[in-house]
């Protein structure tokens, strides 16, 4: 970069902490090049500033919203392809035994860098910048949809038992901003309106960026609690199926449950018609020993 374009950077940052009242963090700066690329000094810096309200929360204490943009992160990876997010995060527990044991320090290692720079850490600008129409046409959420999806497309390389993790997600990289905004696309109706809901409200919302960061009732994939969680859930439609049936029972007539069927007329071993046929059974079979004999004495007769 030239020294002109620096000092446009610092007076772009530097005009919207004073109006904002806000202070200085580190990485800020970034989000203002793409706009000095594209447009004059004065223009860049009212993107800037409308970007920096729409994800307000990210530059709030210590990287609020870039936290729990983390946790939002992992949500959309575990709702689009949960087998992938557990393979990647064995791998990580393998790389950085002791330092990663948690989903949580997985993203804090791996995907802050994305969070914080909103993809500007490709080494093509021209790229990243393609990526950012996909942003504004959106919504700057979708920033983390398409980070899910860039890891997704990666999935070979990442998954590589010869390669590292960090040699991928911790370097500036080349992206592909075209196949990364059609698999984004692809993923967005996957998503179930509440993460959506959470996606959008995430840059504005303190009080929902809290709660995220504190990675409630997120067990760990593979693990005792994750399987837990799934007996948990089994158990209670067991239950629910339970209750259903049970209603069906008591629905039944003359008492019955819905696995014994009421006894058909006619049948049944106490039902009177039966006897007679029973009867004759018993006096045909007695009778068979007389005919023979009779047999025997007409033909002796007869001789």
């Known amino acids: 970069r030239s020294i002109d374009e620096e000092a446009k950077l610092v007076r772009i940052v530097s005009a919207y902490i004073k109006d904002s009242g806000s202070e200085y963090k580190q990485g800020q700066t970034v989000w203002a090049v793409p706009f000095l690329v594209c447009m004059n000094e004065v223009e860049a810096y009212y993107c800037y500033k409308r970007l920096r309200e729409m994800l307000k929360t990210y530059y709030i ?27 990647l995060f064995r791998k990580a527990k393998i790389e950085r035994r002791g330092s990663i044991t948690t989903l949580r320090d997985f993203h804090q290692t791996y995907s ?15 790229e990243a910048i393609e990526l950012w129409d996909l942003y504004f046409a959106i919504g700057p ?28 997600l911790l370097v500036r990289r080349k992206i592909d901003a075209r196949a990364i905004a059609n698999m984004t696309m692809f993923f967005l109706p996957k998503i179930d309106q509440a993460l959506m809901n959470e996606l959008k409200d995430h840059g504005v919302d303190k009080g929902l960026c809290e709660e995220l960061i504190k990675w409630v009732s997120d067990a760990k994939p593979g693990t005792s609690d994750e399987k837990s969680a799934k007996n948990k859930e089994e158990q209670e439609k067991k239950k629910k199926d339970d ?3 049970n209603g069906k029972q008591q629905k039944q007539p003359n008492g019955c449950s819905s696995h014994e069927p009421p006894p058909e007329k006619g049948g049944g071993e106490d039902n009177g018609a039966g006897k007679p046929f029973r009867l004759l059974q018993v006096v045909g079979i007695a ?17």
């Open 287 to 303: 009778a068979i020993p007389v005919l023979i004999l009779l047999v025997l004495l007409v033909a002796t007769l007869w001789e």
């Open 141 to 168: 959420h979708v920033h983390i949809v398409a980070y899910v999806a860039e890891l997704i497309l990666m999935r070979t390389k990442l998954m590589d038992k010869d390669t590292k993790l960090e040699d991928y």
């Open 112 to 126: 802050f860098t994305h969070m914080n720079s909103l993809a500007l850490h490709s080494v093509a600008l021209e």
């Open 243 to 245: 209750k259903k049936t």
């Open 61 to 87: 204490g210590n990287n609020l919203g870039i936290h729990a943009a983390l946790r939002l992160a992992d949500k959309v990876l575990k709702a689009v392809d949960p087998q992938f997010r557990a393979a």
